[in-house]
């Protein structure tokens, strides 16, 4: 169509634009006017269309439309949907929205569809000379991309290509220029005067080569102005808030700029945001300048938060210092960097230094973090010269729910949480380090547990080589991955170093010289990461035997010359005593030990490869209290299946000194914690039955009733002083009510309670289809003669039941809980396979029903937790019936159990309230 035209036309009052080119190309377009257009006036429909050539036009008063596409609601004087047309000398004013709107695709629309074009990597054709003044929104807008590449099409032999955006001249609109996704675009010879909050913006960059002003994205050879000079040219809309809006990609060059009458709070420089992607605390990347001119500029860049992005000066023109780094910062600074820069503002109480150039910056990104009870949290990155916050934020520009943050390079940085109560032996996360030039440096370090088996970069593929001593970016041969585990401060070390020689963009986020890492540091289960064999098959004890030694007896001790531990061996002179406040106790294999009568000092920990029981013949009120009870091969009693305890037992997991992790014996298996009982044994808790521990209500009952009435048959273990709970039967769960037991008629089922009820709880019976439907309120049991709590309010304790190995052997634990109540446990956060601190926690047990040692959870009851009640890992054909939890989490942060394998059929029910 290189004979087809329209010149010299006027076409004004328009329902439906001004020319329409439709899979049509070379077309001339030239020296038309056009006035009061609706939709979008000069319009390419499809993004086949090519060559054609818009020169001399001038569009005024182009306006909204809902007669036509949705995109004619914020029209264009110029809608180009392929970028290899001539744009030249055209003018736009006094319309609604956009002077030029490049709306690219992936491939041509409508019925010139094809995947053979891509309007998005097309090479530019010619844009030069454009004006658009008085516009509502923006004078060129270029959404939602635009990579341009060679041979319009980006591919690995396919690389970016310039698109020169020429001699544009924007006043009086909302912004000058904005780039959405771009790749190298380069605005030059350009001006922007009195737009109202930006002139140039690009918001995010890609597939581009950084920071070459000669092919990559930049801005050059452009005068930018807040306001005009005289006072009659300036409009309360106009006056820039930002001259130019950075990225928060990588790579943009600002050269042979000048700035104007920024004043006050509006600055030369600031950073973007992105509604729907990231509008705070996203952090962004290095811009380079040089050969810069400010002329009446109070504020030369604005930071809204800290590692918001970082100004690079190569020639000293912005800073007044070549080779010089600006970025917000907290924390403490180096000694030769230089703050309180007048020219420079922030909000809140950020710094905002100028660094030397012998700090040169990366930026560490990392989300998907293992344990999860880091999720969500702000940590602390430390480093010698002082601490900083590493902040959590929910929407990032890479690595949404994580954490985001400028480190300086050949700096070991550790990252870590301050408020963390326990520490983890496993962490993993991904990770992206951007800046990174071969060679370049930096050492991440992180708090552990205990030392790990594997620190590995490629999600424990591989193990990085873990080095004899301490290193740091200086020492000789230091390679990626090399790490190293300091056993006094109980902290990984791990050297992140660059590895390639340029940068070159491999997708819209990731360039060759990011290094990628999927971290992964973990302790294996067993030693030296090699599955043990199996020791001989043991069935537990189901009685009490024969031969048995009482730890009230001095005859059962023996204390260990140099570890000062106490053994019970049952071959003592009694010289030793018996266990006294904090001792460590060992209960040899073949040693049974029954404790009857008598409560407990409190202990360090208790490791039983022998066997331990509370006797069950007395109504003795029990009391035990230890950071750690291990099974190692052993079994621990609190009853028998067949006669349960009759008086009560109270293990408290905790001392108030505190308590350290178990370091009594090296257990290869999952990490135990600070307060646990463990059982790579056979554990068996077997209280004494309540009858069911749960009914409803008969009666409705209100405000202010001091009594209920349940069904007799319901509550025929139930006794005064025990603890219940009445559940809401509104729709707020505030309303459901503790209470205790001051009178119980066991004939009628009335139930007398310590305080009067709140609150009206509901109890009546409807018909549905010829069909009783109770609908009442639910009535929980709390109390149990067997109780497992933790010694501190914040919980933290737990039971522990899997696998492990020991001396060469792998060792399966169990656990059978009937008719036990624990309270006040569980860690925040631990919810992982490799490091669950759960209440409870099953794992990698396999099938339980085949095993001699049997495991399940029955009839128990579980209040005011820090975490699931019960975690089930790799555990088959496991039992959890009849159980109550009360309280889970501050209103059910975690679900009741967590399942991660095969329950059997029997399962009862669970009520949770």
């Known amino acids: 169509m290189s004979d087809s035209y329209v010149k010299g036309c006027a076409i004004h009052e328009s329902f439906n634009r001004a020319v329409n080119i439709h899979g049509t190309h070379n077309v001339k377009v030239e020296n038309n006017v056009i006035y009061n257009i609706m939709g979008g006036a000069f319009f390419l429909e499809d993004g086949i269309e090519t060559g054609n050539n818009f020169t001399g036009n001038v569009g005024i008063f182009v306006r909204g439309s809902s007669s036509l596409r949705n995109d004619d609601i914020t029209p264009a004087g110029f809608w180009a949907t392929n970028p290899n047309n001539t744009f030249k000398q055209n003018r736009i004013a006094g319309g609604t929205h956009f002077g030029i709107w490049y709306r690219l695709t992936d491939h041509p629309e409508g019925p010139s569809y094809t995947e053979d074009v891509f309007p998005r990597n097309v090479q530019m054709g010619l844009f030069e000379d454009f004006t658009v003044h008085s516009n509502g929104w923006y004078g060129v807008w270029i959404f939602e991309a635009y990579y341009p590449c060679t041979n319009s099409r980006c591919s690995d032999t396919n690389g970016p290509v310039v698109a020169t955006f020429k001699g544009i001249t924007v006043w009086n609109c909302e912004k000058g220029f904005e780039c959405t996704r771009c790749g190298s675009i380069q605005v030059v010879d350009s001006q922007f005067v009195n737009n109202h909050l930006a002139g140039p913006e690009f918001k995010l960059l890609g597939r581009t080569d950084k920071h070459n002003a000669g092919a990559g994205a930049a801005i050059k050879n ?223 370090i992180h708090e552990l547990n205990d030392h790990p088996d594997v620190v590995s970069f490629d999600g424990g593929k591989t193990n990085g080589i873990n080095m004899t001593k301490q290193f740091t970016c200086d020492t000789p041969g230091l390679q990626n991955g090399n790490w190293f585990f300091d056993s006094t401060t109980n902290t990984v070390s791990f050297a992140v170093i660059g590895q390639s020689e340029t940068s070159y963009p491999i997708s819209d986020s990731t360039y060759t010289d990011d290094v990628l890492i999927s971290l992964s540091i973990f302790k294996c289960y067993f030693e030296d990461c090699k599955t043990p064999p199996l020791p001989g098959s043991q069935s537990p004890n189901d009685q009490r035997p024969g031969s048995f030694l009482l730890w009230n007896l001095t005859s059962t001790w023996k204390k260990n010359d140099t570890t000062q531990y106490m ?210 309120a639910s009535v ?110 501050a209103g059910g942060k975690y679900c009741l159990v967590n399942i991660f394998g095969r329950l059997t059929s029997s399962v009862g029910s669970a009520q949770v309230y």
């Open 222 to 444: 452009c005068h930018i102005a807040a306001k005009p000079n005289k006072a009659e040219l300036q409009t309360e809309h106009g006056n820039t808030k930002l001259g130019i809006v950075l990225p928060f990609s990588p790579g943009l060059t600002v050269e042979k700029t000048s700035f104007y009458n920024f004043e006050n709070d509006h600055c030369a420089f600031g950073g973007t945001s992105i509604d729907g992607i990231c509008k705070t605390l996203c952090v962004g990347h290095d811009t380079w300048t040089s050969e810069l001119s400010f002329n009446n500029v109070q504020c030369r860049s604005k930071y809204r938060w800290e590692n918001e992005y970082i100004i690079s000066d190569t020639d000293g023109t912005f800073t007044g210092t070549a080779n010089t780094h600006v970025s917000s910062y907290s924390g403490s600074l180096p000694g030769d960097c230089t703050s309180g820069h007048n020219f420079i503002q922030s909000d809140g109480n950020i710094q905002v230094p100028v660094f030397p150039n012998k700090y040169g910056f990366v930026r560490y990104a990392f989300n998907k973090i293992s344990p999860t009870s880091l999720n969500g949290k702000d940590l602390t990155m430390t480093n010698e010269i002082g601490e900083r916050p590493l902040v959590y934020a929910f929407k990032r520009i890479t690595h949404q729910l994580g954490w985001t943050a400028f480190l300086l390079k050949d700096f070991a940085h550790k990252i870590h949480d301050k408020q963390a109560v326990e520490k983890s032996t496993n962490i993993s996360y991904e990770a992206q380090i951007s800046g990174l030039k071969k060679g370049e440096c930096v050492i991440i």
């Open 567 to 776: 053994h019970a061996a049952g071959n003592s002179t009694g010289s030793d005593g018996t266990p006294k406040p904090g001792d460590v106790v060992i209960i040899e294999e073949g040693v049974w030990v029954v404790i009857k009568d008598l409560n407990l000092p409190p202990l360090s920990s208790i490791t039983i490869f022998g066997g331990l029981e509370i006797d069950n013949t007395t109504n003795y009120d029990y009391t035990i209290q230890a950071c750690h009870i291990v099974l190692l091969g052993g079994q621990f009693n609190i009853g028998w299946l067949d006669y349960p305890l009759m008086g009560s037992a109270t293990i408290q997991l905790g001392l108030d000194a505190g308590c350290t992790d178990y370091d009594i014996f090296e257990v290869f298996g999952p990490p135990i914690g600070e307060n646990a009982i463990v059982s790579y044994g056979m554990l068996g808790f077997y209280g004494k039955s309540v009858g069911s521990g749960r009914t409803k209500l008969a009666n409705t009952v209100v405000e202010g009733s001091s009594s209920i009435v349940v069904d007799k048959d319901d509550v025929t273990g139930w006794n005064v002083e025990d603890e219940i709970f009445i559940t809401t039967t509104s729709f707020r769960s505030d309303e459901t009510e503790l209470r205790k037991i001051v009178e119980i008629n066991k004939e009628t089922g009335t139930i007398t309670l310590d305080q009067t009820l709140q609150y009206r709880h509901i109890a009546k019976v409807e018909t549905i289809n010829g069909k009783d439907v109770s609908i009442a």
């Open 780 to 889: 929980g049991h709390l109390t149990r003669n067997i109780v497992v709590e933790s010694n501190s309010n914040q919980g933290y304790g737990r039971i522990l039941t899997g696998v492990a190995s020991y001396d060469d052997f792998m060792l399966s634990g169990s656990a059978e809980l009937y008719n036990t109540e624990f309270g006040m446990m569980g860690v925040d956060g631990f919810i992982d396979s490799t490091d669950p601190r759960s209440v409870l926690a099953y794992v990698g047990l396999g099938n339980v029903t085949t095993a001699k040692a049997p495991s399940g959870v029955y009839n128990c009851t579980f209040k005011k937790l820090n975490s699931p009640a019960i975690s089930v890992f790799g555990t088959d054909g496991l039992n959890i019936s009849f159980n109550v939890v009360y309280e889970p989490v």
